[in-house]
């Protein structure tokens, strides 16, 4: 009878462990990068690409391509916006740009040259690529491949002087210390809107569209937010895709968790960098234009990134923060940064096939 209990209690601990090792280990989506008409080059550049910042990791951008013509138009999947948080199409505008910026990064790294022109309502971006002869820049591709969100505590010590300074060669980014009263403003209109979309019940459903709760969901959608991208893994991943179920994430206890996590990261930064910029279609295209380029020159100086979107998602609240931090232009993106104690993060990369979203004219 002992032994029979004993045998039990062995059987349900290897069970146990061998769930959580199997459900906390690291996701992996296999993009195929295959696309019928384009050659091995154009694919590879188009992956790069792909590995450009959206808000909930929704990848809202479609591309129609010309091959023949050397051109392509980055437009605007209405299926993938996000009507509730961002009922003004400004983040998705601003995913447009970073990631047309990326293409235009992509392409100029495999030797190319390129143009571009934005539409008037910001929703079709025009490249033009032509082949430069120039070597391969493997430098600027693995920093795109470095790129990504960090939701860790980062260390308060302040960001380097010298990039600072380097940031005022980005249009319309500078960065606030956190020993400063535009720090503080910043974090204030950041956890006021933070606990507002708390009680929102629309922005907590549409959170939870977009949160992946098991592998086999981020596996079989390649896109939204699983929980490496937010920093959970190993045993505490098993045990968050064990208990939360897509009901609990759009309850109360879940977004009372998410403003705990809000304010434990604004609190725990060096200072957050501000891109501000016009408030007109185009210019949400530039914005995230230089949020790629920001982005990027953080990734070369080990500095972790992290937008915190929140208080921008309100337009009076863009106007409030202008005025408060005395830019010339309305915020279109606050992005925390410093350094983390430990090794830089890693890319989750977590990115739809490339036929799901290019389209190939002749
Ligand atoms: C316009 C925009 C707004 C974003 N807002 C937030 C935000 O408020 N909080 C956050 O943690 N990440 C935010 N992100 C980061 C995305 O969640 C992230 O880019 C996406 O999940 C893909 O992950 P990656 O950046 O690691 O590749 C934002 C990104 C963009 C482009």
């Not at 769930?19 to 992996?28: D, N, P, T, W």
């Not at 188009?46 to 010309?66: C, D, E, F, R």
């Not at 009263?181 to 974090?187: C, F, L, R, S, V």
Request: negative net charge; charged residues 25%.
């Amino acid at each position: 009878m002992k032994i029979k209990l004993i045998w039990f209690i062995v059987s349900f601990i290897l069970i146990v462990v061998l769930y959580l090792g199997i459900s906390g280990r690291m996701v992996e989506v296999n993009t195929d990068i295959t696309v019928d008409g384009l050659d091995n080059e154009t694919t590879k550049i188009l992956y790069y690409a792909g590995l450009a910042p959206s808000s909930h990791n929704a990848q809202m951008w479609k591309v129609t391509i010309y091959p023949s013509e050397g051109r392509l138009v980055v437009g605007l999947d209405d299926n993938r916006t996000l009507p509730a948080a961002d009922f003004e199409n400004r983040e998705a505008l601003i995913s447009m740009g970073a990631y047309a910026r990326s293409c235009i990064l992509a392409f100029e790294a495999y030797g190319y040259n390129t143009s571009h022109h934005i539409s008037e309502n910001g929703r079709a971006i025009t490249i033009n690529y032509t082949k430069n002869g120039m070597d391969k820049d493997e430098g600027l591709i693995a920093l795109m491949k470095k790129r990504h969100t960090d939701k860790r505590e980062y260390m308060p010590n302040d960001v380097p002087e010298f990039f600072q300074t380097g940031l005022h060669g980005i249009h319309g980014a500078v960065y606030f210390g956190r020993d400063g009263g535009e720090y503080e403003a910043i974090k204030h209109h950041t956890l006021e809107a933070a606990r507002e979309q708390a009680d929102n019940q629309a922005i907590r459903d549409e959170l939870d569209k977009w949160l992946r709760l098991s592998n086999s969901e981020v596996i079989n959608t390649k896109d939204g937010i699983c929980a490496e991208h937010m920093g959970i893994t190993g045993i505490k991943k098993s045990l968050y895709y064990t208990f939360i179920s897509h009901d609990k994430a759009r309850g109360d206890s879940f977004a009372a968790k998410g403003y705990e996590m809000a304010q434990k990261q604004a609190d725990a930064c060096a200072g957050f960098i501000v891109i501000s910029s016009g408030e007109n279609p185009v210019e949400y295209v530039n914005a995230g234009m230089r949020l790629m380029e920001v982005w990027l020159y953080a990734v070369r100086n080990n500095i972790e990134i992290q937008p915190m979107s929140y208080a921008l998602e309100n337009p009076g609240r863009r106007l409030a923060l202008m005025m408060e931090l005395k830019l010339p232009n309305p915020p279109q993106m606050v992005l925390r940064a410093g350094f983390v104690d430990g090794a830089y993060g890693e890319n989750i990369p977590v990115r739809r096939d490339l036929k799901e979203y290019i389209t190939v004219e002749k």
